[in-house]
């Protein structure tokens, strides 16, 4: 076989050593994230393996017998427990029927996490939420094999939602509910989820012929205040949404609070949808239609994709999502 049909196919460590201009092991330590390489070094080979398409599924199980869990320590506030603590207990109980033991730790500004975990002494790595890349960077370079969830980056496995599914699905409810402006409060857009989650908002709205449309209201501040903010700017767009999908269910209690506040009544004035389908989706008034997501299954197949990868499974798992319909989004009259 020709070398170009060779490469367009499947692309090998040798073919990536010779396009970045390194040696082999140099690619394999970057692959694997282990230490020994300069962060710029890192950086060019994983962009080059990326854009290659090189499969970087070729996993081989991990022999552990501590993992850590790390989550940012932005993560761990009050508000974003009702998402990340499933995950954690997913993570928990994967590790507990596979015999391993199991780690906690938050992290957060760059500096010392080399230390914190050397210090857990752990064979294995499941890191969750959104990570600046100076944090993972330094993640990586602790040399530890590494599965993100809720995240994703180049040259490291993840697992992640469907996001761009679960948006779509809850956009075209919304516009089969005969609603004319459907607008998203939407969060940080360093964040894989939420990128993910505009993408299929946008892509329902293109598909109904509706791109024009494209209300987007971003969250500035990752607190409860911030969602209130946020809320608030969206309500007062002029002329004012009547439908509103939320990248997430805090972000979309915090519409249905607000439209109690200006008279505006749930769904009849304004249909709202969330995302992740979190305790207090089902019991505010009205229930909250959401988009369900298997939380304690990311943090099992976490654990599952570090511990024992499918023969020839990409390394970037998707969990399906499925929407659930309840009184903030009853058809329009």
Same mark, same amino acid.
């Given at each position: 076989m020709p070398s170009d049909q060779r490469l367009a196919s499947a692309p090998t460590i040798r073919d990536i050593a010779a396009r970045a201009e390194v040696s082999v092991g140099t690619v394999s330590r970057a692959l694997k994230g282990q230490p020994g390489l300069t962060e710029s070094t890192r950086v060019r080979?994983?962009?080059?393996?990326? @854009? /290659?398409?090189? !499969?970087?599924? $070729?996993?081989? *199980?991990? $022999?552990?017998?501590?993992i850590g869990f790390l989550l940012h320590e932005s993560h761990s506030n009050l508000a974003s427990n009702p998402f990340y603590f499933p995950v954690l207990h997913g993570v928990e109980v994967a590790c507990r029927n596979s015999a391993v033991a199991f780690t906690y730790s938050q992290v957060g500004e760059p500096g010392g996490v080399a230390d914190l975990i050397a210090l857990l002494?752990? !064979?294995?790595l499941v890191c969750a939420g959104y990570w600046e890349s100076g944090v993972l960077?330094?993640?990586?370079r602790a040399g530890k094999p590494v599965v993100l969830v809720d995240h994703a980056a180049p040259g490291l496995p993840s697992v992640n939602t469907d996001n761009v599914s679960g948006a779509y699905q809850a956009t075209q409810h919304l516009?089969? &509910?005969?609603?004319?402006?459907?607008? /998203?409060?939407?969060?940080?857009?360093?964040?894989?989820?939420?990128?993910?989650? +505009?993408?299929?908002? %946008?892509? @329902?709205?293109? !598909?109904?012929?509706?791109?024009? =449309? !494209?209300?987007?209201?971003?969250?500035?501040? =990752? &607190?409860?205040?911030? =969602?209130?903010?946020?809320?608030?700017?969206?309500?007062? /767009?002029? *002329? %004012?949404?009547?439908?509103?999908f939320a990248y997430n269910d805090r972000a979309a209690l915090a519409v249905i609070q607000e439209c109690a506040q200006r008279g505006l009544r749930v769904p009849e004035d304004v249909a709202v949808v969330g995302f992740d389908d979190i305790t207090a989706a089902s019991y505010s008034q009205?229930?909250?239609?959401? +988009?369900?997501? =298997? $939380?304690?299954?990311? #943090?099992?197949? #976490?654990?599952?994709?570090?511990?024992?990868p499918r023969p020839s499974e990409? @390394?970037?798992?998707?969990?399906?999502?499925?929407?659930?319909i309840r009184g903030s989004?009853?058809?329009?009259?």
């Open positions: 080979v994983l962009q080059v393996a990326q @854009a /290659m398409g090189y !499969d970087l599924g $070729k996993l081989r *199980p991990v $022999k552990a017998r501590r002494e752990v !064979d294995g960077a330094e993640i990586v516009i089969a &509910t005969g609603r004319a402006r459907v607008a /998203m409060l939407t969060g940080q857009a360093e964040h894989h989820s939420i990128r993910q989650r +505009v993408e299929g908002y %946008r892509q @329902a709205l293109a !598909d109904a012929g509706r791109a024009q =449309d !494209d209300l987007i209201v971003r969250r500035l501040v =990752d &607190t409860e205040e911030g =969602d209130r903010q946020a809320a608030a700017a969206l309500l007062s /767009m002029s *002329p %004012r949404p009547d439908a509103v009205p229930g909250l239609t959401t +988009v369900a997501v =298997d $939380k304690e299954g990311l #943090g099992r197949e #976490g654990v599952r994709l570090l511990l024992h990409r @390394a970037q798992v998707v969990v399906p999502v499925r929407l659930v989004s009853r058809a329009a009259r």
